[in-house]
């Protein structure tokens, strides 16, 4: 109820006219007319005249006017309190794919983080080494063990888990020791296959596979391809267009010393790729003796982008 309802209701419960109390507080009765329509409102030292002539406090003539005020701030708070809700919202969520792109891009970039450990038998006691790497990179995240190794090699000046590893190895045989390794996983550092440049079309490429360390690693003709999908953040393998296609059962050994040039051509496998991030992925084995289990089957590969 507004204050001119207020003043119609309370003058009307006095049985007065809005002349008889325009008279009474020294108004026309126009005056009191309105402010009964709330065309117009009583100033403050009129009010008091009215809060005398109706028998009530100031405070119960203007009580719905002040709830209504009130009732209209709540909304206008709730309103702004809903608007910081939602920008603190979009905010958390902008910061949230910010830091997924971040690390999906890490990911992308230096592979699953890879524990491997590797024990040894030396001069009748047992030591062990483990490494938490990159799998692309192989940069070290943290490592452990017992000391033995880390004090004798100085481990801590290589930046490469494979490396490490291979010095480990490498200095226990030579003092007439075994060594072992343990939750072997894929190592693509241990050999690299790279695109020759100029070579790259939507039908094949030219690559060359070089070993990183010094053991034979063997690897073959066959090859698959993968294409990235962005939705996923995930590597997905393509699906052959030739039924009855085979590769040639040539085995090739490589080495630090000896890198191996390979035309890999896909067009009857896929036909022409399309635009995109893929990557060509081969299966390789140690073909010597090695720390790692020579049975393990690993896998190379190398990116590349069709535009």
């Given at each position: 109820m507004s204050l001119?309802?207020?003043?119609?209701?309370?003058r009307?419960?006095?049985?007065l006219s809005?002349e008889e109390?325009?008279?009474?507080?020294?108004v026309t009765?126009?005056?009191?007319s309105?402010?009964e329509?709330n065309?117009?409102?009583p100033n403050?030292?009129q009010?008091?005249?009215?809060?005398k002539e109706?028998?009530?406090s100031?405070d119960?003539?203007?009580?719905?006017?002040?709830?209504?005020?009130?009732?209209?701030?709540?909304?206008s708070?709730?309103?702004?309190?809903?608007?910081?809700?939602?920008i603190?919202?979009i905010f958390?969520?902008?910061?949230?794919?910010?830091?997924?792109?971040?690390?999906?891009?890490n990911?992308?970039?230096?592979?699953r983080?890879i524990?491997?450990s590797?024990?040894?038998?030396i001069y009748?006691?047992e030591?062990s080494?483990s490494?938490t790497?990159?799998?692309?990179t192989?940069e070290?995240?943290?490592?452990?063990g017992d000391?033995?190794?880390?004090d004798?090699?100085?481990?801590?000046k290589?930046?490469?888990a494979h490396?490490i590893?291979?010095i480990?190895?490498?200095?226990?045989?030579k003092n007439?020791?075994?060594?072992?390794?343990?939750?072997?996983n894929e190592?693509?550092?241990l050999?690299?296959m790279e695109?020759?440049?100029?070579?790259l079309?939507?039908?094949?490429?030219?690559?060359i596979i070089k070993?990183?360390?010094?053991?034979?690693?063997?690897?073959g003709e066959?090859?698959?391809i993968?294409?990235y999908n962005?939705?996923n953040n995930s590597?997905e393998?393509?699906?052959?267009i030739?039924?009855n296609?085979?590769f040639?059962?040539?085995?090739?050994?490589?080495?630090?010393q000896?890198?191996?040039?390979?035309?890999?051509?896909?067009?009857?496998?896929?036909g022409?790729?399309s635009?995109?991030?893929?990557?060509?992925?081969k299966?390789a084995f140690?073909?010597?003796?090695?720390?790692?289990?020579e049975?393990?089957i690993?896998?190379i590969w190398?990116?590349f982008s069709?535009d």
């Amino acid at each position: 109820m507004s204050l001119g309802e207020n003043i119609l209701k309370l003058r009307k419960q006095k049985g007065l006219s809005q002349e008889e109390l325009g008279d009474k507080i020294k108004v026309t009765r126009q005056t009191i007319s309105n402010w009964e329509l709330n065309e117009t409102s009583p100033n403050p030292e009129q009010l008091k005249l009215l809060s005398k002539e109706l028998k009530v406090s100031i405070d119960e003539l203007l009580d719905n006017n002040i709830k209504s005020i009130s009732n209209k701030s709540r909304k206008s708070f709730n309103i702004l309190k809903l608007l910081i809700i939602v920008i603190i919202t979009i905010f958390l969520i902008f910061v949230l794919l910010v830091v997924t792109k971040i690390i999906v891009k890490n990911i992308r970039n230096n592979g699953r983080e890879i524990e491997e450990s590797i024990e040894c038998s030396i001069y009748d006691e047992e030591h062990s080494y483990s490494i938490t790497y990159y799998e692309l990179t192989g940069e070290p995240i943290a490592s452990g063990g017992d000391s033995y190794f880390y004090d004798i090699l100085d481990l801590d000046k290589y930046n490469d888990a494979h490396q490490i590893f291979n010095i480990i190895n490498d200095y226990v045989k030579k003092n007439g020791g075994t060594c072992k390794m343990v939750n072997n996983n894929e190592m693509n550092d241990l050999i690299s296959m790279e695109i020759k440049e100029g070579t790259l079309t939507k039908t094949g490429a030219t690559v060359i596979i070089k070993g990183n360390v010094y053991y034979d690693i063997m690897t073959g003709e066959s090859f698959w391809i993968e294409k990235y999908n962005n939705k996923n953040n995930s590597w997905e393998k393509l699906e052959s267009i030739c039924d009855n296609c085979a590769f040639n059962l040539i085995g090739y050994n490589i080495n630090a010393q000896k890198p191996l040039v390979l035309e890999q051509n896909w067009e009857r496998l896929y036909g022409n790729l399309s635009k995109g991030e893929y990557r060509l992925v081969k299966d390789a084995f140690m073909n010597s003796e090695t720390p790692i289990n020579e049975d393990d089957i690993f896998y190379i590969w190398v990116e590349f982008s069709i535009d």
